[in-house]
C-alpha cells in the first residue's frame, strides 16, 4: 500500500509562477487535507476537504487553491507563487468521522525564489 | 494567536532516561489531543492519543497526561531510545470542527546513546 503520495518532492519556483502540488490516497479516506509547516509554527491547515465534492478554507489559505478532483485525488494549486509560500506541504488523509489518525504523505519542499 | 503551544523548541535526553514534552492549550473546545511523530524527509505519523473524558493514556513506553483545568498536556516516553530522536507534535481537535486538527510548533528530541 503507498498511503499518501506527494509530488513533486521538491520544486524551485520563481516569483509569479504557477504550480500544482499533487496528492492521491490509496486508504479509500473520505477527508483530505493540505498543511504547510513553517519553522516553529508547526503545521498550519490550508484546505481540506471533508468528501468527495467539498472543500474548505482553513487556517492560510490565501494565495491557494484547491480541487478535490475525485475521492482519491485532492490538488494545492499556487497561481501566482511568492516568497512568503516557501514552505514544507504535507497532504493527508483521514477516514472521516471521529477518527482523527491522519496518515500523511512524505510532503513536498517547494522553495520561491 | 496559537491555540496550541509547545514552548520547547528542543530537548535532549541520555538513552534509557524519561523525555517529557510538554504543550499547552487556549481553547476550551479542545476535547481531543494527539501527538504526532515526525523523522527528517518524512510526514508526521500518529503516536498517541487522549480524549478530555481521561487523565491518561498509556502505550507501551509512551504515556499522554491531560490537565484539563491547566489546559496542558505531556508526552512521557520511558526509557527514551535513540531511535525516538525526532520532532513530536502536539494537536488537538475542538467540537463540532470534525476531523480537523489544530497543530503546535514542534519539540525535537534528540535522545543521546
Known amino acids: 500500500n503507498a498511503g499518501v503520495t506527494q509530488t513533486p518532492k521538491f520544486q524551485v519556483l520563481k516569483t509569479g509562477q504557477s504550480m500544482t502540488l499533487q496528492c492521491a490516497q490509496d486508504?479509500?479516506?473520505?477527508?483530505m487535507y493540505w498543511y504547510r509547516q513553517d519553522p516553529g509554527m508547526g503545521l498550519r491547515l490550508i484546505y481540506y476537504?471533508?468528501?468527495?465534492?467539498?472543500?474548505d478554507k482553513g487556517e492560510v489559505p490565501n494565495g491557494y487553491n484547491v480541487s478535490r478532483l475525485n475521492k482519491r485525488e485532492f490538488s494545492l494549486r499556487l497561481e501566482s507563487a511568492a516568497p512568503s509560500q516557501t514552505s514544507v506541504y504535507f497532504c493527508?488523509?483521514?477516514?472521516?468521522?471521529?477518527?482523527?489518525?491522519?496518515?500523511f504523505g512524505s510532503g513536498t519542499r517547494l522553495t520561491v525564489v | 494567536d496559537q491555540q496550541v503551544k509547545q514552548n520547547s523548541p528542543s530537548l535532549s535526553v541520555q538513552e534509557g532516561r524519561i523525555s517529557i514534552l510538554n504543550c499547552d492549550y487556549t481553547?476550551?473546545?479542545?476535547?481531543?489531543f494527539l501527538w504526532y511523530k515526525k523523522y527528517p524527509a518524512e510526514g508526521p505519523t500518529f503516536l498517541i492519543s487522549?480524549?478530555?473524558?481521561?487523565d491518561k493514556n498509556e502505550d507501551g513506553r509512551f504515556t499522554v497526561f491531560l490537565n484539563k483545568s491547566a489546559k496542558h498536556l505531556s508526552l512521557h516516553i520511558v526509557p527514551s531510545q535513540p531511535g525516538d530522536s525526532a520532532v513530536y507534535f502536539c494537536?488537538?481537535?475542538?467540537?463540532?470542527?470534525?476531523?480537523?486538527?489544530?497543530f503546535g510548533g514542534g519539540t525535537r528530541l534528540m535522545v543521546k546513546p
Open positions: 481553547n476550551s473546545m479542545f476535547d481531543y
Open positions: 486508504m479509500n479516506h473520505n477527508s
Open positions: 487522549i480524549s478530555s473524558i481521561k
Open positions: 493527508a488523509g483521514t477516514p472521516g468521522g471521529t477518527n482523527y489518525g491522519y496518515t
Open positions: 494537536a488537538a481537535s475542538a467540537r463540532g470542527a470534525g476531523n480537523m486538527l489544530t
Open positions: 476537504s471533508a468528501s468527495e465534492g467539498t472543500t
